[in-house]
């Protein structure tokens, strides 16, 4: 099995030993929510770092429920409406999580509620997210 965390898209020259460890180290960061992450996107690491399956920083910190960390990535400019390979969101992590103050954020940073499959307003509805669901209806459209 591959390491997603690894691979490099098509054309792209292949990365050596050391910058792959590197990258996986700052995906395990953005999980973690270790705030590591943001001095080295402050040192130059994008913040819109994405791995082999299209999951930005910002989605995985989301997703494993690091608001704070979210919050600091999209202050150093992560891109709040990215879609990774799966068609998933941080806006829908959010929605998954029932996290109205990173929905909050990542709205004001012009997430859409309606983008990825499922949407942010699918996730929340079916993960019977009402608060999240209440904030994500009022923004959409």
């Given at each position: 099995m591959s390491d997603p965390d690894a691979s490099t898209p098509a054309g792209t020259p292949a990365l050596d030993d050391e910058t792959l460890a590197f990258a996986?180290?700052?995906?395990?960061?953005?999980?973690?929510g270790d705030p590591e992450l943001l001095?080295?996107?402050?040192?130059?690491?994008?913040?819109?770092?994405?791995n082999g399956e299209g999951s930005t920083?910002?989605?995985?910190?989301?997703?494993?429920?690091?608001?704070?960390?979210?919050?600091?990535?999209?202050?150093r400019g992560a891109d709040a409406q990215r879609i990774?390979?799966?068609?998933?969101t941080a806006l829908a992590a959010a929605a998954f999580r029932g996290s109205t103050r990173i929905a909050r954020s990542?709205?004001?940073a012009g997430a859409?509620?309606?983008?990825?499959s499922p949407d942010a307003l699918e996730t929340a509805?079916?993960?019977?997210?009402?608060?999240v669901l209440t904030l994500l209806a009022s923004r959409a459209d």
């Open positions: 996986r180290r700052m995906f395990d960061l953005a999980r973690a001095a080295q996107v402050d040192a130059g690491l994008p913040a819109n770092l994405t920083l910002l989605l995985l910190a989301v997703y494993h429920g690091r608001d704070d960390l979210a919050q600091g990535l999209l202050e990774n390979d799966r068609g998933q990542l709205l004001d859409d509620p309606r983008a990825g509805r079916f993960f019977e997210q009402h608060e």
